[in-house]
């Protein structure tokens, strides 16, 4: 007997927004990468922390748990729903980046925070889970329309929004982040690999532009430093201006021991941290180089080098094991997904976090100039810890759900 074929698609099914017993069906393997790596972050931010803040410790432990209630609500919300509000979810993300620019508090000379009271946000950090479920409605909107230039191109006006707020602040690392997941997206999604070519040829050009600033550039000159008292001032550029202290990293990333005592004091220190941990590490809690506070940042960007210090190398391959394994289960939750909603979902969340690992890791090691891109669940920061486990919440959201969409 011939079955007849259903005469609805995948849209027209009915289910809860909002249920909890979705969580009886939560990937049982993903939830032990997480909660080990997390283990591994409060152990390491607490060797690097006791002895100036050890209530980060507990800080750390209180965002994960909070970031855990985020993403069972996410577990629990049927993901197309969310999808279907992205629209109104990026208008609001814009409307918090334009309010940092406004009324932003200024940490570190970048305006990053918008603060009410004890409560601190950073709306760069909700803007790329944001920028995922935005290209996600768009590209599910357009279906195979993706493939025609004018619907491609607009893509980029979708995501280039966020990120050049994100560069006023500025922000260099996290607009940096957005873009691998633009053109990861864009394949995904079934677009012409010729227009992706000519998009990556067009971003290859602006290694000229970045020359043209770098060419004159002298960390040994006082007068091009804005901060001192006797610059010379900038003449005004047409595009983007890196800043100085963008300028003085790349310099010394490009010319490694030119100035091991001021902007490459990072990167200097972070490889001798990485390197006296030998094979088997020193010990925990015996990291000499976090202890006498020669590494800077040991809580937040340079916490690998903490963690490859106290544990050395195999005790750092461990971690990045887990990392590994933790994104390419997140990979296979894509691939075996159904329909190309679930799909685009759950390949954004992956390269958010598969960037913040390996751009991180490459820092710490001197592959990569220095820029303020953290690890995840190892280091130290509210927003930052939120936006992973909310990324998290999305992942495990998305294989749950396979069988509603087999008939």
Request: aromatic share 14%; with cysteine; charged share 15%.
């Amino acid at each position: 007997m011939t079955h007849p074929t259903p005469d609805f698609d995948v849209h027209d099914a009915t289910v809860r927004v909002v249920n909890l017993r979705n969580l009886r069906r939560v990937d049982w393997m993903m939830p032990i990468f997480i909660l080990s790596l997390a283990v591994v972050g409060w152990l390491t931010v607490y060797s690097a922390t006791r002895s100036t803040d050890p209530f980060k410790f507990q800080k750390m432990i209180f965002h994960f748990l909070l970031g855990a209630g985020v993403a069972v609500l996410i577990i629990a919300t049927d993901y197309r729903f969310l999808v279907a509000i992205a629209p109104v979810l990026y208008a609001g993300a814009i409307a918090l980046l334009v309010g940092v620019l406004a009324t932003g508090t200024i940490t570190k000379g970048s305006e990053r925070w918008l603060v009410w009271g004890p409560f601190r946000l950073q709306p760069s950090e909700i803007a790329k889970l944001t920028v995922v479920y935005a290209l996600t409605w768009y590209f599910t909107t357009l279906g195979h329309r993706i493939r025609k230039l004018h619907w491609f191109l607009l893509t980029f006006l979708i995501a280039g929004l966020p990120i050049i707020l994100i560069l006023k602040q500025p922000n260099l690392g996290t607009a940096a982040c957005l873009v691998p997941l633009v053109f990861v997206m864009l394949y995904v999604a079934g677009c012409r690999l010729l227009h992706l070519a000519l998009i990556v040829l067009m971003g290859l050009s602006l290694i000229p532009a970045v020359w043209w600033e770098m060419k004159d550039f002298d960390p040994n000159d006082k007068t091009q430093n804005p901060a001192f008292a006797g610059a010379q001032k900038a003449s005004p550029k047409p595009f983007y201006e890196l800043r100085y202290h963008q300028k003085r990293r790349i310099y010394t990333f490009l010319n490694p021991g030119s100035d091991l005592k001021d902007s490459g004091w990072q990167t200097y220190q972070s490889q001798i941290t990485v390197g006296s941990g030998g094979l088997f590490g020193k010990g925990y809690l015996k990291g000499t180089q976090t202890r006498l506070n020669y590494l800077p940042e040991h809580d937040t960007d340079f916490i690998f080098s903490v963690l490859a210090e106290e544990r050395g190398f195999f005790g750092a391959l461990v971690v990045v094991g887990l990392f590994a394994a933790f994104l390419l289960r997140g990979f296979m939750f894509a691939r075996d997904c159904p329909e190309m909603m679930g799909t685009l979902l759950a390949t954004g969340t992956v390269t958010i976090l598969a960037f913040h690992v390996f751009v991180n890791i490459a820092i710490t090691i001197g592959l990569m100039p220095v820029t303020g891109i953290p690890l995840p669940f190892l280091s130290y920061g509210g927003s930052f810890y939120l936006t992973t486990m909310a990324c998290v919440g999305v992942l495990l959201n998305v294989p749950m759900r396979q069988r509603v969409f087999v008939y």
